[in-house]
Nanobody
Framework: QVQLVESGGGLVEFGGSLRLSCAASGSIFSRAVAGWYRQAPGKQRELVATMTSGSTPNYADNVKGRFTISRDNAKNMVYLQMNSLKPEDTAVYYC?????????WGQGAQVTVSS
């Protein structure tokens, strides 16, 4: 069974930075697509960024140039460096890994950007 635990959320001012971390248990991490999604109040969950097992990144248009996803397969970790944060980035951020037809989710980390 895969478990994902996020850390690093919090409150930050407009233009600030935060780094989210996600620790994965289990043996599939290095073969899985890892990523981050977010859900703001009253909105659907949306893709933020993903990274293949070969470390090819993919970003949502509204975070390109500001957010960077990375992973460390040796440590079963995936990270999201968020710079130039805006109030519209406020959401619960979820770590996700996807292997074959199965998707696993973390419990979420709140990120709040004040104006």
């Amino acid at each position: 069974q895969v478990q994902l635990v996020e850390s690093g959320g919090g409150l930050v001012e407009f233009g600030g930075s935060l780094r989210l971390s996600c620790a994965a248990s289990g043996s599939i991490f290095s073969r899985a697509v890892a990523g981050w999604y977010r859900q703001a109040p009253g909105k659907q969950r949306e893709l933020v960024a993903t990274m293949t097992s070969g470390s090819t990144p993919n970003y949502a248009d509204n975070v390109k140039g500001r957010f960077t996803i990375s992973r460390d397969n040796a440590k079963n970790m995936v990270y999201l460096q968020m710079n130039s944060l805006k109030p519209e980035d406020t959401a619960v951020y979820y770590c996700n890994i996807r292997w074959l037809s199965t998707s696993y989710w973390g419990q979420g980390a709140q990120v709040t950007v004040s104006s």
